[in-house]
Each structure stands twice: as structure tokens, then as C-alpha cells.
Nanobody, 113 residues
Framework: QVQLVESGGGLVHTGGSLRLSCAASGDAEGAKIMDWYRRPPGQQREFVAR???????NYADFVKGRFTISRDNSKRTVYLQLNSLKPEDTAVYYC???????WGQGTQVTVSS
């Protein structure tokens, strides 16, 4: 079992930045590939970014150049740096162990226009 706890969400204005964190505990050795997803209001959950244990990353097309995923394996923590935020980035952001049932509880990001 892996437990994931996200933090760092909040309310920002258009163009602002936030840094989300996802701390893993439990059988975190199995959390080699980590994902960030988001669920905008009234929409389906969608993929945002992925990072392997060696730091290789990939992103959804809509976030390239604005968001950066990173990790600190010594802290068992994955980060998502959100820059140049837009109102359409408003969503609950979740981290997940790739291809597993382990999800965090989510952290709310709200971008005002």
C-alpha cells in the first residue's frame, strides 16, 4: 500500500504560480513512476504530467512550457510547478502512482481572471 498526500494548492490570479507537492509513504519503493492528473469543474479527470524514477518526464500538450514535474527521491516527494496559470487551469490536482489504484486526496487550484 502506498499513501499519497498532496499539498500546495490555493487561489492565484491569472499569470500566477503555485508549487504542488505529493508526499508518498508506506510501500513507496513501488512508486517509481508518478503521475499528476487534474479534474476541472464538471469535467473528467485528465492527465497532466508523468515522471520516472530516473527523472524522465512527459506532459499533456496543454501544459508544455508552463508546468514542470520533478521529484526528490530522498524525500519520496513529487512536485508540480505551475507557472503562467490561466483560469482554465482551475481544477483539483491529484497525484497517482502510475498504473495503480493509489491516488492522493487532491489539492484545489483556483485561478481567478
Amino acid at each position: 500500500q502506498v499513501q499519497l498526500v498532496e499539498s500546495g494548492g490555493g487561489l492565484v490570479h491569472t499569470g500566477g504560480s503555485l508549487r504542488l507537492s505529493c508526499a508518498a509513504s508506506g510501500d513507496a519503493e513501488g512508486a517509481k513512476i508518478m503521475d499528476w492528473y487534474r479534474r476541472p469543474p464538471g469535467q473528467q479527470r485528465e492527465f497532466v504530467a508523468r515522471i520516472t524514477d530516473s527523472g524522465i518526464s512527459n506532459y499533456a500538450d496543454f501544459v508544455k512550457g508552463r508546468f514542470t514535474i520533478s521529484r526528490d527521491n530522498s524525500k519520496r516527494t513529487v512536485y508540480l510547478q505551475l507557472n503562467s496559470l490561466k483560469p482554465e487551469d482551475t481544477a483539483v490536482y491529484y497525484c497517482r502512482v502510475y498504473n495503480s489504484p493509489y491516488w492522493g486526496q487532491g489539492t484545489q487550484v483556483t485561478v481567478s481572471s
